[in-house]
């Protein structure tokens, strides 16, 4: 009975270990959690927010052409108003995130 429980305490461990790691894999709510405020839902930066500080519009053929791994760094290391996400958010939920934009575009 004892070793029972000790491994269902170590399966509750794990599972609340692995669940974040699930959440993360959704770039769509990372976007609607972290960034539709400034963006839009629509990646078009014109919330209130988004023009109060210039949010670029995601279908800005600048952005449409820069490769990810330079939209990646805006995320991760900031530019102008854009935070930095650095310690915020793990790699995965920022290439996620970029991922979804990338659908935003169409
Ligand atoms: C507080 C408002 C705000 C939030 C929240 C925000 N952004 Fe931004 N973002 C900006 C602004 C402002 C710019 C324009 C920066 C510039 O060009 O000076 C920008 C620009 C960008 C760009 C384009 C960079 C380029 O090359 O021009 C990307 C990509 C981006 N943001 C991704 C994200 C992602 C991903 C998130 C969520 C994890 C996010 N942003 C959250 C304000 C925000």
Do not use: W
């Not at 599972?15 to 976007?31: C, E, K, L, N, R």
């Not at 109060?52 to 995320?75: G, H, N, Q, R």
């Amino acid at each position: 009975m004892k070793f029972n429980l000790k491994y269902a305490v170590i399966g509750c461990l794990a599972a609340s270990i692995v669940t974040p790691a699930f959440a993360a894999g959704s770039g769509a709510d990372t976007y609607k959690a972290k960034c539709a405020m400034c963006h839009g839902a629509d990646g078009l930066g014109t919330t209130p927010a988004g023009k109060a500080m210039k949010a670029a519009s995601f279908k800005d053929p600048a952005i449409v052409k820069a490769p990810d791994s330079e939209l990646i760094a805006t995320a991760t290391n900031g530019k102008g108003k854009m935070p930095a996400y650095k310690g915020k958010l793990t790699d995965d939920q920022i290439k996620s995130a970029i991922a979804y934009i990338r659908t935003l575009q169409k």
